[in-house]
């Protein structure tokens, strides 16, 4: 239900993947109004669960949580809490999805906060930030989590063998940075795979595995980049003649930016996982249309096919035997 | 002698700002190096200082000002203290700049820390991000003072009238952010000014006048927008045809990216203030060229004829006198 095009995109996205996908899908919500969008003949491995509220997209996500009980976030994860599916996937208000797997899956043992990891399209096959915007007020110490957590997305689904974390910082030397960055670059040194601070520049110039920020700074960067894209997309665009013979002179130019909208389209990759709990949530764009809700299910299937936070809850063990 | 193409591109651009200023030009730095550069017969108005030693780009700013008591950057702040210069530019070691103006000429009475203010294109003029780079460990109320400088340049030297003042921030309702942006927000709404967050991609499609937050986030935009921006105009120029005769198809693409890569170019915008200080320092990208320095000290001299320091000085003594 949630989404600026929900429900209509989110259940088209998902009658595209239930053909694609090896268990049964849940679609979680207001049962009419998913029949009216779907019709009433859903295909063998797609069922409804009724959910009679709704949090929409503007709501403080606790009150919202609080006041309704019934509402299909908090429907969802319940039914991840008692084993009747293995992962949600959300496009609405992404606070009250993080809030609402907060409290009913909570923190694997050994992490304080979770994380949500974006990838980030670049020259070189994109990078995983990580904290994207679970955690606006997180500690030096977690940072060193949202590497842990971060490493093990890029592995299992990404397929980035023995991935590499830097922080993301404001000068490459080690000295570089405020306090907190300090305080994180000393605690991540501590970590074989840690390879020291990017700048906000370089990111998008050469290969990178994971990229750790604070969740404020992760939504800067997400953001920025967003708007700078479009930006300069657009500025492009509004130059090119709309009628005439001339028009015809800026074809070839058609040609040359299709891949890279398709580069720069967060609909391609899927959704971001909500990392660090005792269940899988995948938070789309709020902005998802069909195509991004099924790429979501998608790689939220190869998640869980690949044991995603049985892997993130054995690092956290590990780390903890190891004294960390 | 500061920055990546210096003496030669900082004499250059000296030399090609010194016909429109209205004062006389100290060129501060090795004397024989200078004169290799410019030639022994310099313009009227154009005179060189001599200093000894040179901070490099990479030093720690506060040991290297220690050890070298006869740099450039220390005889041209020491100048603008005595009066012998109204202002200093500098391509150099931002770091060293910053620290060398804050022991030199200290903080306007009632101002805690400086703040860079560096233009940022957009669609509509561009906009003021202010800190962008001068204290990373800064407290919710200095944004108060970076706002309160922020306007002073945006009307002088930009010529906007009331300047407005957005807080970056992660969501644009009152309640959103972090701890650090939160207070922020409730201190910068007790100003008739403060009209609210901007979100990170919000800044590029609407007028701004001065946007303010912390230097950490605003590194972090400054090199995010420089990364996607290059990202984006190169992966266009590496997609159009280098030879033969599909080349010419493409010309009419060239036309279209010349004025966009003029929008972004930052050596049009004449360099960054630094703000706050009993002195006014401009700071320039490590990488300018000629033009860019030119552009920084005509840009400065006109925040000199429009008495920047000193209504930066009178607004903070009214603020004072108001009890904030």
């Keep these: 239900m949630g989404g600026d095009h929900a429900p209509e995109a989110v259940v088209a996205g998902a009658l595209q993947a239930a053909p694609l996908l090896h268990k049964k899908l849940l679609l979680v919500g207001r049962t009419e109004e998913i029949e009216r969008v779907a019709g009433c003949q859903l295909p063998e491995n797609v069922e409804i669960v009724h959910a009679s509220e709704v949090i929409e997209m503007h709501e403080g996500p606790v009150e919202a949580l609080r006041r309704k009980r019934d509402s299909s976030l908090s429907v969802a994860a319940g039914l991840v809490k008692e084993g009747r599916a293995c992962a949600m996937v959300s496009a609405g208000n ?3 999805a993080t809030a609402v797997s907060l409290i009913t899956w909570r923190q694997v043992r050994g992490v304080r906060r979770p ?25 030096p110490r977690d940072l060193v989590d949202f590497a842990v957590m971060g490493r093990a997305y890029a592995q299992l689904v990404l397929g980035r063998e023995q991935p590499k974390v830097h922080l993301l910082n404001i000068g490459e030397e080690d000295s570089k940075g405020n306090a907190f960055a300090k305080e994180a670059h000393g605690l991540l040194k501590e970590n074989p795979w840690f390879s020291g601070n990017v700048e906000g520049k370089d990111v998008f110039q050469q290969r990178y595995d994971v990229v750790v920020c604070d969740a404020f700074v992760g939504n800067i960067v997400l953001k920025t980049g967003e708007g700078v894209a479009e930006f300069i997309l657009n500025s492009i665009k509004d130059q090119v003649p709309k009628t005439g013979v001339a028009r015809l002179m800026y074809l070839p130019l058609r040609r040359l930016m299709a891949p890279l909208r398709k580069l720069l389209d967060y609909s391609e990759h899927g959704g971001s996982p909500l990392l660090g709990l005792n269940g899988l949530c995948t938070i789309c764009h709020g902005r998802s249309d069909a195509k991004a809700i099924r790429n979501a299910l998608l790689a939220t299937q190869t998640a869980v096919e690949h044991g995603l936070v049985d892997c993130i809850r054995s690092s956290f063990a590990d780390r903890q035997e190891n004294g960390r």
Excluded: M, V
């Design 94 to 96: 992404t606070g009250a």
């Design 115 to 139: 994380a949500i990891a974006s990838h980030i399209p670049s020259k070189h096959g994109g990078f995983l930030l990580i904290d994207a915007g679970a955690s606006p007020d997180a500690d």
